[in-house]
């Protein structure tokens, strides 16, 4: 039905920098917001960044300044660069989306949901 592909990440040095992209497959979700979100060794899931549909854009304090978020709406696509990356930055990052699906049938209903895509790695070395 739905899916969200992340691809972009690797092994940087501190310092450097790295562009995540994912991609959403299935043609009818109508989405809203899309977002990247961030697990670290041990820790638990966190908000990175977040783009609604208008191109408006909220960043964790921890990025701010040093990531940016961006959608490229004809291909359905949410892109992170992130720059001046540090140590702290090395988490496995997840793409999300949240949207909805139209009715197949004129009285039927629309179907609401929020997607997760598998995650990449990000390292930065010191």
């Known amino acids: 039905q739905v899916q969200l592909v992340e691809s972009g990440g690797g092994l940087v040095q501190s310092g450097g920098s790295l562009r995540l992209s994912c991609t959403a497959s299935?043609?009818?979700?109508?989405?809203?917001?899309m977002g990247w979100h961030r697990q670290a060794p041990g820790e638990q899931r966190e908000l990175v960044a977040t783009?609604?549909?208008?191109?408006?854009?909220n960043y964790a304090e921890a990025v701010s300044g040093r990531f940016t978020i961006s959608r490229d709406f004809a291909k359905n696509t949410v892109y992170l660069q992130m720059n001046s990356l540090r140590p702290e930055d090395t988490a496995v990052y997840y793409c999300?989306?949240?949207?909805?699906?139209?009715?197949?049938?004129?009285?039927?209903?629309?179907?609401?949901?929020?997607?997760w895509g598998q995650g990449t790695l990000v390292t930065v070395s010191s």
């Open positions: 299935g043609r009818r979700f109508e989405i809203n917001h």
């Open positions: 783009i609604t549909s208008g191109g408006s854009t």
């Open positions: 999300n989306a949240d949207g909805r699906i139209p009715p197949a049938i004129i009285e039927g209903s629309y179907r609401y949901l929020e997607v």
